[in-house]
């Protein structure tokens, strides 16, 4: 059986930095990720583009999030994979598999977690579905980066899901792409068929609940991503709904592509290009940490004492029941921060967790779910289980304040 000092369930952004982060602090990491590639919703589920996270405090622009995901972002630059947000996906996929492993991280794809072995509190080992049987891995700790807090769950971490009132999760999305498009002509053509889109939604000639059609211009030349379908009442936990969306939400693809032939200018020679390879996945399960980021918190800004993380984007609420999409607008020099608590489980002492299922309410979550945010929760988690390894204590006692102090050396913005 191998046996690591450290194992991050999840490879992406929150399971990349988190795994990076530890590495270099001179642990030995193990991360684990059910597909083929690093970079999770971005790649298996052609997110697209990184969400931006900038404010100015006393005049000065401030990235709020930067570290590992100013890294990658700058890697992306150099190989001419960003236009603005948007990357390219292929790029990002090859970056992060170089930047894991000269890390000195082992990686290991193809392999599903399937169940935990834990006693008193403390996980032992987890057991991987694989093509050649389940594969048992031992470590000393264990970070929960899957987005769906499977690791949490399956070792009996209580968690939540949805809104308070009824448990009801932001839709889902499988977005697509759109290819050789004259996305000038597109584009100019567009507010009209967003006219066309509504007239057509009270006809009740469209099925997809979303509001309108929601589209961003990539680096390639002449294609065009959408970010448009939205499955409703569906959990992201059953398999049974969770094919079920995948089912109407490839007819809601093309439903929306036809009648954008129908309606755009721009179209005349395109055809979808690509479908992601799993529906996109806003929320899940959060777990019930040492504290639960409410909304309120986002609202008056809070700064905690144990702060880890910065986030000012919207709180951006697409309507679990159908049609509208809610927002919060920060003002230029407003942010709120995520205290360490929050990666903190109730239960299991040598576990951690990072990424869009650490503890908040659904409507905290739908701020700090974006990528650069994630990324930064797992490069905090990575150095505060490398500060637990290396003093052989629980993730809940360290240092806060060492903790504090070694992440801003690594560059990161931690909002106080
Ligand atoms: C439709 C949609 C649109 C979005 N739009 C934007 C946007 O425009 N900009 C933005 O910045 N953010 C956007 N987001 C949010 C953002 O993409 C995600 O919240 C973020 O990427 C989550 O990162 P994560 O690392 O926490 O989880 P994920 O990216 O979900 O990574 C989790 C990884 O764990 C793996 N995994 C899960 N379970 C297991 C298991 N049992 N065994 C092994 N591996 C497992 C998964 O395969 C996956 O690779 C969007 C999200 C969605 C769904």
């Known amino acids: 059986m191998k046996r690591y000092d450290l194992v991050v369930v999840g490879g992406g952004f929150a399971g990349v930095a988190s795994a990076i982060s530890a590495s270099r602090q001179g642990v030995s990491v193990l991360l684990i990720e059910k597909s083929n590639c690093l970079g999770g919703a971005s790649t298996n589920s052609l997110v697209n583009p990184f969400m931006p996270t900038v404010t100015h405090i006393e005049r000065e622009r401030v990235e709020l999030n930067r570290g590992i995901f100013e ?38 794809f193809h392999a599903q977690l399937t169940e935990v072995k834990a006693i008193n509190d403390k996980i032992f080992s987890i057991s991987l579905a694989t ?15 899957t987005g769906d807090a499977q690791l949490s769950y399956l ?117 979808i290009l690509s479908t992601a390879s799993q529906i996109g996945v806003r929320e899940s399960r959060q777990i019930i940490g040492k504290y639960t980021l409410t909304e309120a918190d986002c609202l008056e800004c809070r700064k905690f004492e144990d702060s880890v993380v910065a986030c000012n984007y919207d709180i ?28 903190v489980p109730s239960k299991i002492d040598n576990l951690l967790v990072a990424g869009r299922c650490i503890s908040s309410t659904h409507e905290a979550q739908a701020s700090y779910r974006i990528m650069p945010v994630v990324c930064n929760l797992g490069q905090v988690a990575g150095v505060a289980m490398a500060q637990a390894i290396k003093e052989k204590i629980k993730p809940s006692d360290i240092d806060i304040s060492k903790l504090q102090a070694q992440l801003k050396l690594d560059n990161l913005f931690i909002g106080i």
């Open 71 to 108: 890294e990658i972002k700058n890697e992306l630059k150099k190989r001419n994979a960003m236009l603005w947000d948007g990357f390219l996906e292929e790029e990002l996929k090859l970056i992060l598999n170089r930047m894991v492993l000269s890390s000195g991280v082992d990686i290991l």
């Open 131 to 145: 093509i050649g049987g389940i594969e048992e891995i031992e470590a000393d700790y264990f970070i929960d980066a």
């Open 155 to 271: 070792s009996g971490v209580p968690c939540m899901q949805g809104r308070r009132t009824d448990g009801l999760c932001q839709p889902m999305t499988l977005c697509f792409r759109v290819g050789n498009v004259d996305f000038d002509k597109f584009s100019k053509s567009a507010s009209k068929m967003q006219e066309e889109y509504k007239i057509a939604k009270e006809k009740s000639e469209i099925k997809n609940p979303r509001e309108n059609i929601l589209y961003f211009q990539l680096p390639q030349k002449n294609v065009v991503h959408f970010n448009t379908t939205r499955i409703v009442k569906k959990s992201p936990t059953c398999v049974y709904d969770l094919t079920k969306a995948e089912i109407e939400a490839r007819e809601q693809v093309f439903e929306i592509y036809e009648f954008m032939k129908k309606h755009a200018q721009g179209l005349e020679d395109s055809f």
């Open 316 to 343: 951006d609420i697409h309507n679990p029941e159908g049609t509208g999409t809610s927002h919060h607008y920060f003002k230029d020099g407003e942010y709120y921060t995520i205290p360490y608590r929050c990666l």
